[in-house]
């Protein structure tokens, strides 16, 4: 009987299909053709696929990109794996369990199980769940190959990570390349970095598996699209194709470029399906689109959310609710062309992958260890219309609850805004004295700005938003805030909507006659839920790691071994890395010194002479707070290696404060800083076109 209903719910199917699931950073709801018909917004495969698909209206993700990733391997609801988007460098090592970034590295993921049924399995893209131990790569966790960036984001062009792409700066001050791969004889970075436009690797990555696929086997292939994501880069002759867009102001630029972007990622997801037909497999696949959160609307995001409120990095509709749909031959024909109204979660297709390769979903090896326990409902009887819906609620963060058709927010909520559908990202009205300007809108920084009181001006971010917690803000900024609300003031149990009735979030009904007992029981639920909250002390960034990745030859990679002990000793018997990664190397000799980088300079390489290292020249320019600039370690001949003042009492954070929102502010006023800044500008020889970043408070 088992077999038989296998058999019905996947039409024609035999065979376990193959899986092709497509991961979008960033993408907004309005920037895909079946929720916008505007001539700017170009996804033709996209809109075909839905046709012979079914659309997922109310799939929900996390805010923002590591959390989501996250519970999409895991099966978990963020809150039970990884709920913050911290730095991948950090890592606690009193905790073997809990204490890293991502997830941890008992937790099963979804390439392993499938692996249990027969599954070859391969991913290319966006890892950004964790990279500090060899136990907590692609190729450890169940993926046969792997070619991809273990951070949030890097350059399209160099692959590094520059402050101006990724907001962020590393006890590394941020000197190494960001490619990886791995495959069934080899781990280490990739040649190929660099050498061209990155989805342009990536795709070729992933159609190379498509080819050399062993038909007879089902494939589980995941393409973790670097796209949509900042920084806005993408060759020239992609922008060219929206040159009839009329420029009002800064913010229509970085429209046009983000367009540019949705149109490319489109043609990509067009050769990987045509590639899929060449080799016969189309009709035996379930290909899945998801966005990781909703679409940006801080500048230079220049994502559309509308209808929907706010985005990604909030709690609202615009920030949570993604763009979602299934399509390919393993979809039933009765349901194709439908659109599915029951609420789903992005930990549910841990859940289902494991329902159609017929494997047990529960995970046992990470329940041993005190971890929690798979979350994800099975949607498959939704999608093939055997049932409405599979769950009553999603667990959408510590600080919102859905529940049904309400939907429950607590806290001060940041990106407080309505999305306008084109002109430019909010509503307002540009050009109503005349001349066109950009309207206001939301920085990285400003969109969590509290307003000034006497004791200053302070950020309402926290850590489940970002790597470090916001701090104070300039008094002279303070014009450019304004976005926040809070949802629990005096007397306030939090912001209640209706989000079927209005999912624009427009009403808040928590005043209205016959809520209140709702919203009381919501948050109830809610206050259960956080009690099962997974939160350990994932560390603090160590300069360990900077040594390993020099021994890398400048690239970032695990730097901790499956027992959470480092890959090579500090200190101790072992040959030193290679002087190779030195920015600047001073009377070469065969033993030298690494100095601590500066965040412009690099690395300055000096001889070691006696035991004693030969001074370095002049102060260097650094980023963040307690930065160990004195920490140095060997490069060269000899059997040992030693590094010397590389902790300090107090860990290293780089973060928001005042000093450092007036450099920002200054550097973007200025078009003719790359977005590879302070790196070499490598886009333009790559016939990349990218826009130069606006004022990112």
Not at 131 to 145: E, F, I, N
Not at 233 to 260: C, H
């Amino acid at each position: 009987m088992i077999f038989g209903f296998c058999f019905f719910i996947l039409g024609s199917l035999s065979a376990k299909p193959n899986i092709f699931f497509i991961l979008v950073d960033d993408y907004g709801w309005n920037n895909i053709g079946y929720h916008n018909p505007s001539k700017e917004v170009s996804t033709p495969n996209i809109n075909e696929l839905v046709k012979i698909g079914v659309e997922l209206d109310r799939h929900y993700a996390y805010s923002e990109c590591s959390p989501s990733r996250s519970s999409i391997q895991s099966g978990r609801y963020p809150n039970h794996v990884n709920a913050v988007n911290v730095d991948p460098l950090r890592y606690n090592p009193k905790d073997k369990i809990g204490g890293f970034p991502g997830v941890p590295p008992k937790m099963t993921m979804i390439p392993a199980k499938l692996k249990q049924a027969g599954y070859e399995t391969g991913f290319t893209g966006k890892w950004d769940i964790g990279m500090v131990t060899t136990s907590q790569t692609p190729r450890a966790k169940g993926y046969d190959r792997f070619l991809g960036y273990l951070h949030h984001a890097n350059s399209y062009c160099s692959q590094r990570i520059p402050l101006l792409s990724v907001g962020d700066v590393d006890i590394c001050q941020s000197r190494y390349v960001d490619l990886w791969v791995e495959n069934a004889t080899y781990s280490g970075p990739s040649s190929e970095a660099g050498s061209r436009y990155e989805e342009e690797i990536f795709s070729a990555h992933t159609l190379d598996i498509i080819s050399n696929h062993n038909t007879s086997k089902p494939l589980f292939m995941f393409h973790a699209f670097h796209l949509i994501h900042s920084p806005l880069q993408v060759p020239e002759e992609w922008l060219q194709n929206f040159t009839f867009m009329e420029i009002k102001g800064r913010s229509d630029i970085l429209r046009r470029q983000y367009n540019a972007m949705v149109q490319y990622m489109d043609n990509e997801v067009g050769n990987f399906v045509q590639a899929l037909k060449d080799r016969g497999m189309w009709d035996n696949t379930l290909l899945v689109l998801v966005s990781d959160n909703g679409g940006p609307t801080y500048t230079p995001g220049a994502a559309s959310n509308s209808p929907l409120r706010g985005g990604k990095l909030s709690d609202w509709e615009g920030g949570v609710r993604v763009n979602a749909f299934v399509s390919g031959g393993a979809i039933p024909e009765n349901v194709r062309g439908t659109k599915v109204e029951g609420l789903s979660h992005i930990s549910d297709w841990y859940t289902t992958f494991c329902g159609l390769a017929e494997v047990d979903s529960s995970d046992k090896p990470a329940t041993d260890v005190g971890l929690p326990d798979v979350d994800g409902v099975d949607i498959w009887p939704m999608i093939t219309a055997q049932k409405q819906s599979v769950r009553d609620e999603v667990y959408v963060s510590r600080y919102t609850l859905i529940s049904g058709d309400m939907k429950l927010i607590t806290g001060t909520v940041p990106f407080t805004h309505w999305s306008g559908p084109t002109y430019p990202n909010n509503t307002c009205s540009p050009c109503a004295s005349g001349k066109c300007a950009d309207c206001p809108q939301p920085g990285f920084y400003s969109g969590y700005w509290l307003p000034c009181t006497k004791e200053g001006c302070f950020s309402a971010r926290n850590t489940d938003a970002t790597s470090d917690v916001g701090g104070q803000y300039p008094r002279m900024y303070e014009h450019f805030g304004g976005w926040t609300l809070n949802c629990t003031g005096p007397g306030r149990i939090g912001c209640l909507f209706n989000i079927t009735a209005d999912q624009g979030e427009h009403i808040d009904l928590i005043k209205q006659p016959g809520y209140e007992e709702i919203a009381i029981r919501m948050q109830a639920r809610l206050k259960d839920l956080q009690k099962t909250n997974f939160d350990p002390d994932r560390g603090q960034q160590t300069y360990i790691g900077c040594i390993q990745f020099f021994r890398y030859g400048g690239f970032y990679g695990p730097f901790l071994d499956d027992n959470g002990e480092p890959i090579n000793a500090v200190n101790g018997k072992g040959s030193p890395p290679s002087c190779d990664v030195c920015d600047h190397a001073w009377n070469k000799s065969d033993s030298m010194c690494v100095h601590y980088p500066g965040f412009k300079k690099g690395f300055t390489c000096t001889p070691y002479v006696n035991g004693k290292c030969v001074r370095s020249r002049g102060p260097i320019e650094t980023m963040g707070k307690n930065v160990p600039t004195n920490a140095t370690f060997n490069c060269g001949a000899g059997d040992t290696s030693w590094a010397r003042d590389y902790s300090l009492p107090k860990s290293f954070t780089f973060g928001e404060n005042p000093a450092f929102d007036i450099l920002q502010q200054n550097l973007a006023k200025s078009n003719g800083i790359s977005n590879e800044f302070p790196f070499a500008d490598v886009c333009k020889a790559e016939g990349v076109a990218e826009q130069p970043f606006p004022p990112h408070i």
